[in-house]
C-alpha cells in the first residue's frame, strides 16, 4: 500500500462536482494501522510446506495488521450525512456508510475470526477457502474508507499551480480531459467495482485504475 495521494471514485457514488473535492491523503487512514501479536504466534503453527507461500504470507500479514484483541471498525465520518448535498444525497451516504460498509466491516472479522481459527489448527484447507471472503470483506471495508476521507464539504477548488493541477495537466492535459478519461474507463465497472485516480509509483505521475469486486487498489 503506497502513502501517495489519491482520489476516490466509487461507480455507486457519483459526485458531479469537480474531483478535487475529493482530494485526500491516504497516509491519514489510521484505522486501517493495527496490530495482533497473539494471530501472528498463531500462524507459525501452520507448517509452511502445506501452505503456498504468497498466501501463508498474506494471512499472517492480515492478522498481524489487526489491534490485540480488537476488531475493524466502521469509521466515523468528518461530516454529517447531509454535508455533501447536493453532490451526494444524505440518504446515499447512510445507506453506503451505515449499512454497506458496516456489512464488510462485520462480515471481515467474522472471516478474520475463522481464519485465525483455521491457522491455529493448522487447517490449510479452511485457510486457503477463506481468502475470497478474506479480499472481498477487507478490499470493502478498505475501499470505503479510503472514499470516505477523498470526500469533503469543503473543498476550495483545485488550485492554480498546485501539486494537484500540475500533475493532471502533465498526464491528461486538463481537467476536463482527465473527467472524460476517467469516466470512459471507469463506466464499464461493474457491482462492486472501483475507478481511482491515484499516484502510479512506476510512472511517478497520476493514473486512472479500476478494480473489480472489492479489490484493494
Known sequence: HTQSILFAFSRILPVPHPPHSLFASSSTMSTSKFILDSALRAAVNVQSSKLPTELAKSSAALLSSMAAGGKATLPDLAYDYNALEPAISAETMTIHHSKHHNT?????????????????????????????ALKFNGGGHINHTLF???LTPNSTGLKAGGVLETAINERFGSLDAMKTE????????????????????????????????????
Open 104 to 132: 464488510y466491516m462485520t462480515n471481515l472479522n467474522a472471516t478474520i475470526e475463522k481464519i485465525d481459527a483455521a491457522m491455529s489448527s493448522g487447517d490449510v484447507s479452511a485457510t486457503i477457502a477463506l481468502q475470497g
Open 148 to 150: 470516505w476521507e477523498n
Open 182 to 217: 476517467m469516466g470512459g474507463t471507469t463506466v464499464a465497472v461493474q457491482g462492486s467495482g472501483w475507478g481511482w485516480l491515484a499516484y502510479n509509483p512506476k510512472t511517478g505521475g497520476i493514473d486512472v485504475a479500476t478494480c473489480a469486486n472489492q479489490d484493494p487498489l
